[in-house]
């Protein structure tokens, strides 16, 4: 069974901190793995990274896949009270056509 | 506004009744997807459609839950004899078909059985 695990799942920090998000991921024939932001309601879309090693940068936040240890990590620098949300990952396998396999969420708290 | 939206936003019933969602995707995408989130978890994958035809269902869906996307465009979630296990945030999302990882989710209908 596709699994997908975030730590931690919880983090409290001040603005300006940096923050690192992990996800790791134990799936068959892997296709892409995606991070996402939830406020309060709908996931928004981030990032999506299919091949190791690249870095995808979106203002602040910052992505990277490691295909043979099976993880990705999210940073975000210079934190900021609007980054407090549930940040999901979610893994794409190459015969579920587009079905996403999702972790647990890592609920992220950014005080003034 | 042009993304993806559901309705109701809410829904309370009593244990044992019928309820149905609906779904308008992005009007140009021809995949839809509808996830269930309980609280403190990510979302679960339920069933997704290609224009008209459903294409997966997951082993979460019981009999008592049946969607249909009749012309293609929106989409309805029928969960039948409602069970207090089935309390969550239902959420669609759609995709085009070569983009179907970038899914964009809509705001989710809340549900709770008493």
């Known amino acids: 069974e596709d699994k997908v695990v975030q730590s931690p799942l919880s983090l409290v920090v001040h603005e300006g901190d940096t923050v690192t998000l992990n996800c790791s991921y134990e799936v068959t024939n892997f296709r892409s793995l995606l991070w996402y932001k939830q406020e309060k309601k709908a996931p928004t879309f981030l990032f999506m990274l299919?091949?190791?090693?690249i870095e995808k940068k979106s203002g602040r936040l910052s992505s990277i896949l490691d295909k043979k240890e099976l993880f990705s990590i999210l940073n975000i620098t210079a934190t900021q009270t609007g980054d407090s949300a549930v940040y999901l990952c979610?893994?794409?396998?190459?015969?579920?056509?587009?079905?996403?396999?999702f972790g647990q969420g890592t609920i992220l708290t950014v005080h003034p | 506004d042009t993304g993806v939206s559901q309705d109701p936003r809410h829904k309370i019933t009593k244990r044992g009744q019928n309820v149905t969602f609906r779904c308008d995707p992005i009007?140009?995408?021809?995949?839809l997807y509808w996830y269930r989130q309980t609280l403190g978890q990510g979302p679960e994958f339920l069933t997704y459609?290609?224009?008209?035809?459903?294409?997966?269902k997951s082993r979460l869906l019981s009999d008592r839950f049946s969607a249909e996307r009749p012309k293609g465009s929106f989409s309805t979630l029928e969960i039948q004899r409602t069970e207090q296990g089935d309390s969550a945030m239902y959420l669609c999302?759609?995709?085009?078909?070569?983009?179907?990882?970038?899914?964009?989710f809509g705001p989710g209908t809340r549900l709770l059985v008493l």
């Open positions: 459609f290609q224009n008209e035809a459903q294409l997966e």
């Open positions: 299919t091949s190791s090693g």
């Open positions: 999302a759609s995709s085009l078909v070569l983009q179907q990882e970038t899914q964009y």
């Open positions: 979610a893994v794409s396998v190459g015969t579920s056509y587009g079905k996403l396999t």
């Open positions: 009007s140009e995408h021809n995949r």
